[in-house]
């Protein structure tokens, strides 16, 4: 997954347990089938107090047993967490 810029303080869930950030811009993560990813991001969060509604995550890379969600397919965030995908193998 990516975003536009370097976030750490935007956390990756695995079934509810942080499993990485976007300090690099990017995060990969490891799931199974029926994993729900989310992506959490503070209340407080914004940028040029335009709010968190220009940030998007995209899914650059899948394996490819990975039927859902595929390469291409991004999400508009919002303070809180966000549900991104329950995985399809």
């Known amino acids: 997954m990516a975003l536009p810029e370097a976030l ?3 956390i990756v869930l695995v079934n509810g347990q942080a ?3 976007f300090r690099y811009t990017q995060a990969a993560v490891v ?5 729900l990813v ?3 991001m503070g209340e407080d969060y914004s940028h040029g ?3 968190a509604s220009w940030l998007q995550v995209e899914v650059v890379d899948v394996t490819p047993n990975i039927r859902a969600p595929l390469p291409g397919v991004r999400i ?4 809180g967490r966000t549900a991104f995908a ?3 193998i």
Do not use: K
């Open 8 to 10: 750490e303080s935007i």
């Open 19 to 21: 499993v990485a950030d």
């Open 31 to 35: 799931v199974h089938r029926g994993d």
């Open 38 to 40: 989310e992506i959490e």
């Open 49 to 51: 107090g335009a709010g």
């Open 76 to 79: 508009h965030l919002m303070p």
């Open 86 to 88: 329950n995985i399809v």
